[in-house]
Structures are given as structure tokens and as C-alpha cells.
């Protein structure tokens, strides 16, 4: 397994309740894994997990063979080579998006970062945006800023929270497939954090419906929403 | 084990010692009640404590009392009713706050004495030589008046920020409920800005516990006045670690009271689309009168005393103007600047800590980070004194000089003293401004290989330049002012404009304190309206 997740019990507060309770996932080299759940049922937490912005009380994270997080262990989240795109994106509104893409690969040389920022806008088509500051670009723009930045550094996993939430429908339908080809395209191993069917559908090769931090209904996107096992996977996959 | 507290990376680490270091007078206050207690100690306890409380029980509540009906009803005014230069007072009330009130004491007696401004008038006119005693401000009710009208702009900046975000939809349903504008302020706007107003309060209560200029030129007794006269007239350093103890009591119970005023009374809204109130526009005599109102206030709190001082400025600018004026401006410019920026990094590394590592430790971080706020300027004086020495004994000890006073003697012990004391306003304005850019793009950065320092010069801190902007202008206007810290804590022969605007007075030289008062007042207006004018553009 490329990603593990064993046995993990996380709060947000040492007086509340667990998010997640004995928490297990697996996900295999170059997969992409859907996570459905509603609101507060411990999906972007998962996603904070593994890029270690948060630490569990309990249990075991693994990505590619290497410990990042156990009871002795704590690799910091500039170490834990993870892309991440966050819901609103997180763009740095001081940065122009070639500076924001460059951000993350501050240590190669000059030369080098710009080779490889220009691929990158290449691959998200937004060579002729490079020069624009976060405000003066669109929804869908934004986003795949946000997509290149997270790619460039050239993660073991890629981690997206809510990616199309702040999207239109139509918009939506159109990332969704430049999405899918350009995750294809680099082979990168992903997980989609998401409340919408649809992402499952058109993206992800493996699917699990959460429900208060465990996990209700694991497999194959199209067989889980045509055979919902519970009344909560229904409603999540109607 | 250090892993256990906190100590993960340089800014925890650095952020613990800092709080230690900020503990330690505080510390030392509290060693020291345990010391055997002194005749002196019996004599005031005996004959002159009820005195104290007495006295500050009344400037406390009366003052509040004022503060929060001028503050409170003027905030209501310039948002609600659209009048003549309404605008001008929106930021035009707060003015009074660059005038410290031991200046607009002693310029308010200089105003009002026999040979004052009034008198003169009155008997050079009208041939009306009057009881002297309706002139004597110098009294509990003259100081009452003098802190509220310098320190309402507290209740008045937050109540106005309060009801400027408030929402409009409350009040026109009022009105569409057939309720009165008397009876809209009265049920609705009242209640809902109790929060604002009692935090506003709050604020005014610890600068008169705090004052020491207005009371000792009044002659009044309180626990500021008699800290200093145990301590340097007495020299009874125990003593005065007693009072101080009884006024952080004092203090103690202001903010028990202000959690119980507040507690269970904060509103929120129960949508998220809150949109200003639109002003009505007023005419005829409501607008005049409310012109006249908020023209009075600014009048007594600004224009008056600043006119009174330019009047004394010029006829004694003559004895006054000279290099060491030129040395206190700069003593006094250099001391706020290296002070607030010392103060802003101290709050930039604890706040920085405390958002990134959520935990019981950090939570106390924050809390005794702005803890030192509600200590009185005499209290923070007499802790950090005793700290310092025992620094200095401990030195001699090591180097074995034995005459050697390193610490206690320099610079370095004021800016400690400030850095307590103002470091809850530097913190402020640094946690707000983290609060608004949020953990978002931290955390992109982060996740982008960046460490927690890297990604605060590069990520953090260009989104919250306008914070800490803020958060330096509003320490630097606060150290400027400041006295009963600087009278105590300055080195030999160093003198701020504060210091030596309140020795004249004190020697009744007040002319000759007005050319000083007027450049301190001078350099807090431009600072002010820096202020406004950031929040402005930031908003």
C-alpha cells in the first residue's frame, strides 16, 4: 500500500468527541480515492492527517514506506512531500500566479524554477495568466492555480479538499475532465475530498462514504452508487 | 520532555521565555507581600486606606458612569443621524485621546484659576469677581471631569465600531413596528452594544486606576499617589508591594465585574448579511442640537485646552525653546519607536506561537500576553524595580563588583516595564490580524516545504502589514503619553516630553509645560490620524 492509515483516533479538542475512531485506509500507487461524506464527518480531516496539519491521539501514517506520523514519530508538513489544494484555494493574494506556482520550489535555481513553473502552467493552461495577481482571475483559473502550485513541487500524494465547491455547475463539468487528464498525466496518487457524487464518478477509481468518522461503504464508484448498502450511503450517493 | 511542553521548533521556545521573563515582576510582587509587615504598612492600613479606596471607588464609578453616557450616545448619533459635519466627528470625537489628562489637568486649573483665561474675562468686562471655589476644578468631581472627557473616545471608538457593523434590519424593523428613535436606542440599541460599551468602559477604568499626573497635581489620594510616596518619600519598598497588591485587587474586581456585566449578554446576529445602518438625514433644530452636543464634547476634550496651550506657548516660547527640547522630542520620539518595536516582535512571536501550536500552555500565552494591560503603570514600576535589581545582585555576584547597577540603571528597564505593560495592545492588533488572513495560507505554505519561519516572512507577514501597522501606531501613541512608568523607571537625566510636560506643571510652571505639552499632543494627532486613515484603507 502507498498510503496507509492505521488505527487512528483524532479530536479537535481533548474534551470532545473523536472525529475519527479507529481509523484505517489504504490507497495504492497512482490511485485516485474519492472520500463522500456530509459535513462534519471527519473527510477534510482525513486530508489534514496526511499533510500534517493536524496529529492524531492514536495510530499510524504511512505514505510511501516512510513513517510521517506515529506515537515517536512527526514529520512536519514541509517534509511530508504533499500537494495540497485547499477549498478556497489559499492563493497568496501578494503573489502573482507565476510567483505563486514558483513558491513552492524556492530551492532550485533560477533557471530551473522557470522551466518548470512554465511546464506546469503549460499542463493547467495558464500560460498567459502568469503575470495576473489571484483577484484578477476567475473561478476556474484560481483553481487550477492553485492545482499547478501543489503539483509543481512534485508530491508522493496529491490532496484536494472541496475542489469544484466554489464553482459553477457548467465550470464544474469542465474542470472536472482537465482535472482527471491532468492527474492521468502525471500518474500522481490523489484523494478527493468531496459531497458531490458526481466528483466520485467522473474522477475516482476507488470510492468510501463516510459517516462519522467511519467508513460505511468502500469499492468502485459506479457499483457503490448503484448498490448503496445503508440508508445514509443512499442518501449521500442519491 | 520538552517536546512534551510545546518546545517543537525556535518560535515556542522563544515565545516560553518571553512569557517567563514577562511573569517575573509579577512574581516578585507576590514574594514580596510575604515580607514582615512594617509600622508604616500599620500606619496606612490604620488611617489612610480607606481613603484610597474610597476615593478611587468614586473616580471609577462616576467616571464610568460619564464615559459610557457621552461615549455611548455620541457613538449612536454620528451613525444613525446624518448632521452638520457629522462626518468630521466621526473620527473628530476621538481626538481628546492624544491629550493625556494630566495635561488637560493642569490646563484645565490654568484655565480657571484667578488669573486664568475665564476670570480675567469676566472681571475686565463685566466687573464679576466670583467665589474662587466655583472655579476649583482641583477635586474628586474636577478629576472626574477631567478623565471623562480625555478618556470617553474609549467607549465612544469601540461602541461606534460595534454599531457601524451593525445591523441595519434591526433597526428599520423597529421602526416598522411603530417604535420611537428614543425608545430604538433605548430597547434595542442599548442592549445589543452592552458588550462594546462595558469593553470600552473597562478600558477607561484601568487608565484612571492607572493615572498617576491627574491625582498628585489634584492632591488627591489614591493607590497610584501613595505607591510613589511609600516608595520614594517612605522608602518603604515593602509597603508599596502591599498597596500594589491591593490595587491589582482592585483591578481584579473591575474585570470580575466586567465579565459578569457581559456574561450572558453577547448578541449575535443570526444571519451573516449585516449591512450598515443608512443615516437620516436631520434638520432644523435636531440638527443643530446635535451639532452643539457633539461640538461641546470635542470642544472641552480638544479644542479648548489645545487652545489654551498655544496661547501659553507662544507667550513663553522664549524660555523654552532651546537644544534640550530638541533632545527630550528625540528622547522621547526614540524611546516609542524602539519600544512598539520591540513590543510588536515580542507579540508577533507569541501570537505566532499560539496560532500554530493549540494547546493549554499556548492558551495561557495569550492570556498573560495581555494580562499586563490591566496592571497600573506603578504596579508594573515597583515589580519590575525589585526584578531588576535582583538581576543586578546577581551580576555583582558573578563579576564581583559590588557597586555595579548594569540593569537597573539603563534604558532597558523602562522598555521591560513598557513591553508588560503594552504588550496586550501590540498582541491585539497582531491576533487580529492573524485572525483575518486565517491558517489557510499558513498551511499552503506549509504543505509547499516551507517552514513555520520562512513561510511567516514570506506568506504571514506581507498579508498583515496593515496590523501591525496599526498595532505599532497605537503602542507608539501609548508609550509617548505614558508617565507614571517613565517618571519611575528612566534612567538619570533622561527625559520624555511626558516627564518634563508634568514637571513643569508640577513646579507651576504650567506655561512653560505647554510648548512640550503641544508637540506630545502634536505628534499623537498625527499618529491618530495615521491610524484612522489605515483602518480606512484596510477596510
Redesign the interface.
Known sequence: MFVNMTDIDFCYDKNNENILEDFELNIDKGQTLSILGESGSGKSTILRLLAGLERQKKGQIVIGNKIMNNENTFVSPENREVGMVFQDYALFPHMTVFENISFGISNLSKKQRKQKVLETLTLVDLVDHKSKYPHQLSGGQQQRTALARAIVTEPQILLLDEPFSNLDTNLKNNIRESLKEIINVIGITTIIVSHDKLDALKLADQLIVLKEGKIKQKGIPEQLISKPNTGYAESILA | MFKKIGFTNKWSVISFFLIILILMPSVFILIGFFNPISDTWLHIRRYLLKDYIYNSVILVFFTGLFSIIIGVSLAWFVNAYDFKYSNFFKWGLILPLAVPPYIGSYTYVGLLNYTGVIQTFLRNNFELVLNQSYFNIMSLSGAIFIYTIFLYPYVFLITHAFLQKQSASLVEVSKTLGKSPISIFFRIILPISRGAYVAGTTLVVLEVLNDYGVVKYFGISTFSTSIFQTWFSLGDINSAIRLSVYLMAFVIIVLFLEKLSRGGKQYSYSNTKIKPLKAKKLTGWKNWSMFIYAFTVISLGFIIPVLQLIYWSIISYGKILNMNIIQTVLNSIGVSLVGSFIILVAAVIIANTVRIKKNILTKNYARIAVLGYSIPGAVIAVGVMIFFLKMDNFIQLISGQNNMLLLSSSIFMLIFAYLIRFLAIGYNSVESGFNKIGT??H?????????ITKTFF??DL??MKPALMSGFLLVSIEILKELPLTLILRPFNFNTLATRAFEYANDEMIHESAILSLILIFISVILVYSLTYIKKKGR
Open positions: 489557510d495560507f498551511e499552503a505554505s506549509r504543505t509547499l516545504g516551507n517552514g514570506k506568506v506581507p498579508m
